[in-house]
Structures are given as structure tokens and as C-alpha cells.
């Protein structure tokens, strides 16, 4: 079993910034893909980014050029910096993690409990 732990939401004007962090642990041999989704209320759960085990990364068009996502492999962590945050980008953050687990040839596709970011206007 893997497990995802984030952290770093809360509340912040428009125009501020915060970083997410979601750490993975358990029974991990390889983690492919990390990435972040949001939903807000009365919307359906949106990629925000991801990235995957050789650095390549995704963004939404809402999200490109305010935020940026990054991973550190060793620590099976990915993280989430967000500038220039808009009232639109208040949702409940999750982190996703996917890849190989022991036992041998099990794989995982794991979230996050969500966090939740408020950005006001």
C-alpha cells in the first residue's frame, strides 16, 4: 500500500503565493507519474499538472506561467508552487501518485486526502 501526505494549503490574497507538498511512502519500487488536481465545488476533479520520472511536465492552460511543479525522486515528493494565485484558483488540492509496488508486479494509483486552498479576492 502507498500512501500520499500533503501539506502547504491554506488561505492567501490574490496575487500571493504558496507552495504544496505531497510525500509518498509505503511499499514504493518506482513512482512514474506525480501530479496535482483540483476540484472546486459543484466542479468535476481537473488536472492542474503533473510530472513524470524523467522531469517532462504537464500544466493546464489556467495554470501555465503561475505555477510550477517539481519532484525530488529520493524523497518520492512532488511539489506545487503557485504565484500569481486568482480567487478562481480556490479548490480542494490532491496529489496523485502512480507506479510500481512491492510485491512484484503490483503497481499502485494512490491520492491524497486533498488540502485545501482558499485564495480570496
Known amino acids: 500500500q502507498v500512501q500520499l501526505v500533503e501539506s502547504g494549503g491554506g488561505l492567501v490574497q490574490a496575487g500571493g503565493s504558496l507552495r504544496l507538498s505531497c510525500a509518498a511512502s509505503?511499499?514504493?519500487?518506482?513512482?512514474?507519474?506525480m501530479g496535482w488536481y483540483r476540484q472546486a465545488p459543484g466542479k468535476q476533479r481537473e488536472l492542474v499538472a503533473n510530472?513524470?520520472?524523467?522531469?517532462?511536465?504537464t500544466y493546464a492552460d489556467s495554470v501555465k506561467g503561475r505555477f510550477t511543479i517539481s519532484r525530488d525522486n529520493a524523497k518520492n515528493t512532488v511539489y506545487l508552487q503557485m504565484n500569481s494565485l486568482k480567487p478562481e484558483d480556490t479548490a480542494v488540492y490532491y496529489c496523485?501518485?502512480?507506479?510500481?509496488?512491492?510485491?512484484?508486479?503490483?503497481?499502485?494509483?494512490?491520492w491524497g486526502q486533498g488540502t485545501q486552498v482558499t485564495v480570496s479576492s
Open positions: 510530472i513524470i520520472s524523467g522531469g517532462s511536465t
Open positions: 509505503g511499499s514504493i519500487l518506482s513512482i512514474n507519474v
Open positions: 496523485n501518485a502512480q507506479g510500481r509496488r512491492r510485491p512484484l508486479p503490483g503497481t499502485f494509483d494512490s
